[in-house]
């Protein structure tokens, strides 16, 4: 009697060991049954997710980037180029100022427009340029490239005030510059001139030089005849004459060589290093103007780069992958859907079963 009260137990046992592996075939069997009886559903379910993805997609206009790049006024300071203005704060005053007050003038003037544009200043990475980007559909393209040109010119008219104040710094500094170099050249002619005198001076001496020894040997000739005259008193006087017209010449004669040679030489050495300290400040001078007139000339204004420029391609999410998505969406909603209405007419067949 306990063998068989046993032998039950045990095949009890085993029948509720086995149970929950019959329960999951079956409940998989169940599940494939469900989506069969309910593929109605599903096929419905998926034809109007997929007509729906379709019709917005169709209906869905296509957007385009439309950008505008800005590049900041620059001037030269000692050989590099400095910009007008940094990059974050051009950039913040378009975020915060000119974008919104630009938009709120279209907003006012334009009260009955169902597009809402959106504009964004941005900063390549590793660049020193601006970039203005939205998007917009393309019957708004017009409209959105006239609020970037805009925006553009409130930059160009805020850069210009300081630009145009370093272009006349730089102006009167070319200006100066100029007027010393030609000081500089007018003091060089003087120098000149002053050296070509020096010439003649030293001819004319020369010459007074050469008549002195004339007359001083005349002298000297003279004095050697008045010793044979006869008279003791005539011939002391014409001797004392000669005598002193001979030490008179002798003077005026040393006089006019040490002039001959040593002054003159010594103010021409003077004037040669005058003109050559002349000529090197010119050089200067010019190198100076150069390197003022290189700075204006690079003077750049703040401008677009180009004209604003619409996308070639569209932006966005494609008609293809909206159609897919609203089409995976389908089968996904259909399938639980199927599910839902075979489990409630599952658990709606039992209660029923039960109540009979």
């Not at 085993?14 to 409940?27: A, G, L, M, V």
């Not at 050989?79 to 704060?89: A, F």
């Not at 000149?192 to 001076?201: G, N, V």
């Not at 017209?245 to 001959?260: D, G, H, K, S, V």
């Amino acid at each position: 009697m306990k063998n068989d009260v046993n032998e039950q137990r045990q095949r009890e046992q085993e029948q509720r060991s086995t149970r929950p592996y019959c329960d999951d075939e079956i409940s998989l069997l169940d599940l494939l049954r469900v989506l069969v009886r309910q593929k109605k559903i599903i096929y419905f379910i998926f034809l109007f997710f997929l007509i729906v993805g379709v019709g917005y997609a169709l209906s869905k206009p296509k957007i385009y980037r439309y950008t505008t790049t800005i590049e900041i006024g620059s001037i030269m300071e000692d050989g590099k180029t400095v910009l007008i203005d940094q990059p974050g704060t051009v950039q913040a005053k378009i975020n915060e100022a000119y974008i919104p007050y630009v938009l709120e003038q279209h907003a006012n003037a334009n009260q009955g427009s169902d597009w809402s544009y959106e504009i964004e200043a941005r900063i390549p990475r590793g660049s020193e340029v601006i970039v203005l980007e939205s998007r917009a559909p393309e019957n708004e393209g017009e409209s959105l490239i006239e609020l970037q040109r805009k925006i553009v010119e409130y930059v160009k008219r805020d850069h210009k005030r300081v630009f145009d104040i370093m272009k006349k710094e730089m102006s009167v500094e070319l200006n100066k510059s100029k007027n010393k170099l030609a000081g500089l050249q007018d003091r060089h002619k003087v120098l000149s001139a002053d050296m070509k005198r020096l010439d003649q001076t030293a001819k004319l001496l020369s010459q007074q030089v050469e008549e002195l020894k004339l007359l001083v040997d005349d002298a000297v000739r003279n004095r050697q005849g008045a010793r044979s005259q006869t008279g003791d008193e005539s011939r002391a006087m014409t001797l004392l004459m000669i005598d002193n017209e001979i030490q008179q010449n002798t003077q005026r004669l040393a006089a006019l060589e040490e002039r001959l040679h040593i002054d003159l030489p010594r103010e021409r050495d003077s004037f040669n290093k005058m003109i050559a300290d002349n000529l090197r400040e010119q050089q200067e001078q010019a190198a100076e103007i150069a390197k003022i007139q290189m700075a204006v000339n690079n003077m750049r204004e703040t401008r677009a780069l180009i004209a604003p420029m619409r996308s070639m391609k569209p932006v966005g999410t494609s008609r293809s992958v909206i159609v897919l998505t609203f089409a995976l969406s389908g089968v996904i909603v259909g399938l639980l859907t199927a599910l839902f209405v075979g489990f409630y007419s599952n658990i709606r067949s039992q209660l029923v079963l039960k109540d009979t």
